[in-house]
């Protein structure tokens, strides 16, 4: 048994595929079956079970996935202490992140991290919230940030930052005389609305709002835009109303662009750090996490 069978077993069990494992470590998919098959013969017990529609660990497997990822993390620790720590000191942290914690929790975050790290660099790739988890467990980023729990259980969701969905319209007056009821929400809802697509965190966040609420009567939805910024453009162009995030929403309503409309019973959602179970995160990967969750309720 060596570390390089290990990897590719630990591989082989995190992405469910001998093909996709294979793909990850620079590998002919025979190559990474040889390497399960010798683990297997070692240690006399399957390790992995392989059908036509699925492969995943044996009970075996799940054990020696446990004992693996710490003998791994040993290796890197090592290395780490040995070498003066100079790995945290370069490299590349990969984030798949939804719109809100991208541009309103990230770079702050970002930035703070940095001031003691300064050798390390950072790639967002930008995603819907329905995204995140996929992202993660197709090995492209170990990290992830969401603005809703939608997707694989196979990721872990920790709760890092709450945020508010507010209505915004434009600040004419026909809404300014609306803004006077006491009750204008049943009249927002009968207004055009330009919306998130589906996959979105703060459209499917609004929906559950709706739900929850009793509100049954479809909306009168005349776009469909991902950019927030483009969808504030568009309210204050007067196309429609819309939904979004209080954070996105303040700066254009305190420059008189938009009309905010706080949701009945708040509207509040909660803001995640993702990660996916079985994987093994580096050292530097574990040391931003820590970071972010050290900030929950700072940000």
């Known amino acids: ?70 003998l791994l993390r040993l290796r890197e620790e090592a290395v780490e202490e040995i070498s003066g720590r100079g790995a945290l000191q370069q490299g590349t942290i990969n984030i798949a992140a939804s719109t809100i914690p991208a541009k309103h929790l990230l770079p702050e975050l970002i930035s703070g991290f940095l001031r003691e790290h300064q050798g390390l660099r950072f790639n967002i790739i930008p995603c819907d919230s329905s995204m995140v988890s996929s992202i993660l467990i197709s090995g492209e980023a170990k990290i992830g940030m969401s603005g ?30 609306l803004a006077e009821d006491e009750s204008p929400f049943e009249a927002l809802l009968g207004e055009p609305f330009i ?29 469909e835009m991902a950019d927030t910024e483009a969808i504030k453009n568009s309210v204050a162009a007067g196309l429609g109303i819309s939904v979004i995030s209080e954070r996105a929403a303040s700066d254009a ?18 803001l995640y750090l993702l990660r996916r179970k079985k994987d093994r995160l580096s050292e530097r990967e574990r040391m931003f996490c820590a970071y972010v969750l050290s900030r929950v309720e700072k940000i």
């Not at 694989?152 to 930052?161: D, G, V």
């Open 1 to 70: 048994m060596d570390f390089r069978q290990l990897e590719v077993f630990m591989a082989v069990v995190e992405l469910s595929s001998f093909s996709h494992a294979g793909e990850k470590l620079y590998l002919s998919q025979p190559t990474v079956s040889a390497h399960i098959s010798a683990l297997e013969k070692e240690l006399q017990v399957p390790l992995v079970i392989r059908s036509t529609r699925e492969v995943y660990a044996s009970e075996a497997g799940e054990r020696l996935y446990e004992y693996a990822a710490r």
């Open 148 to 177: 809703a729990v939608i997707g694989s259980e196979l990721c872990r969701h920790y709760p890092i930052a709450r945020d508010k969905l507010v209505l915004i319209a434009p600040d004419n007056e026909h809404f300014a005389r």
């Open 195 to 223: 919306m998130r697509p589906t996959g979105s965190g703060t459209r499917y966040e609004f929906e559950q709002y709706l739900n929850r609420s009793g509100y049954t009567r479809p909306l009168h939805v005349v776009a």
């Open 253 to 270: 309503a305190q420059r008189g662009l938009l009309r905010i409309f706080p949701l009945p019973g708040g509207g509040e959602r909660t």
